[in-house]
């Protein structure tokens, strides 16, 4: 497996379908059950992503350039994060901080769950927020997204009493790094 790290302008037309393919695939499962989702929906949604402040995409894959799984975020204001969950409950979040990194997704293929891809996504995923400045890194999964809450906590992510307006069943999670003397 390698990890590929690519900022946005610099991922192939191929990459990103074969990510979108990947995303209709996963979430379409419980807790999910997203049936909605489709390759141009996806890949529009991307492509505004990938265009935010920070953002970052990593991808994992295999030796014949199969995508095992995937990861991308950005950093968001008060007003996007606003935005994001339907509320201000988390301006709190901020603290004095003009910005904080936003996990938007995670997902990797049903048949390398627990082999470490995601772990290695979302830490590579974070160590490059902290390199551009971002010590505050936040995200949301659902409730019973069980594998998802163990890796985020074995990470160091807290769960905060917070719920999505937009859908109730997610939480919000936060690490914070600390920063050296």
């Given at each position: 497996?390698?990890?590929?790290?690519l900022?946005?302008?610099?991922?192939?037309?191929s990459?990103?379908?074969?990510?979108?393919?990947l995303?209709?695939?996963?979430?379409?499962?419980?807790?999910?059950?997203?049936?909605?989702?489709?390759?141009?929906?996806?890949?529009?949604?991307?492509?505004?992503?990938f265009s935010?402040?920070?953002a970052?995409?990593?991808?994992?894959?295999?030796?014949?350039?199969?995508i095992?799984g995937?990861?991308?975020?950005?950093?968001?204001?008060?007003?996007?994060?606003?935005?994001?969950?339907?509320?201000?409950?988390l301006?709190?979040?901020?603290?004095?901080k003009?910005?904080?990194?936003?996990?938007?997704e995670?997902?990797?293929?049903?048949?390398?769950?627990?082999?470490g891809?995601?772990?290695?996504?979302?830490r590579g995923?974070?160590n490059?927020?902290?390199?551009?400045?971002?010590?505050?890194?936040?995200?949301?999964?659902?409730?019973?997204a069980?594998?998802?809450?163990?890796?985020?906590?074995?990470?160091?992510?807290?769960?905060?009493t917070?719920?999505?307006?937009?859908?109730?069943?997610?939480?919000?999670?936060?690490?914070?790094?600390?920063?050296?003397l």
């Open positions: 497996m390698k990890i590929v790290k900022c946005s302008g610099e991922i192939s037309r990459l990103m379908v074969k990510c979108a393919e995303y209709c695939d996963i979430w379409k499962e419980s807790p999910w059950e997203e049936y909605f989702w489709t390759v141009p929906d996806v890949l529009r949604d991307m492509e505004g992503e935010k402040m920070f970052n995409s990593l991808f994992a894959v295999d030796e014949t350039a199969e095992l995937f990861t991308w975020g950005y950093a968001v204001s008060a007003e996007e994060l606003q935005e994001i969950c339907g509320s201000n409950e301006g709190y979040i901020f603290d004095g003009e910005r904080v990194f936003y996990i938007d995670l997902g990797v293929k049903a048949c390398r769950r627990i082999s891809v995601g772990e290695a996504l979302s995923l974070i490059w927020a902290v390199d551009c400045g971002l010590q505050r890194i936040l995200l949301r999964t659902d409730e019973k069980a594998a998802a809450r163990k890796l985020y906590g074995k990470i160091g992510f807290q769960e905060l917070v719920k999505d307006e937009k859908h109730p069943e997610r939480t919000y999670w936060v690490l914070e790094i600390a920063v050296p």
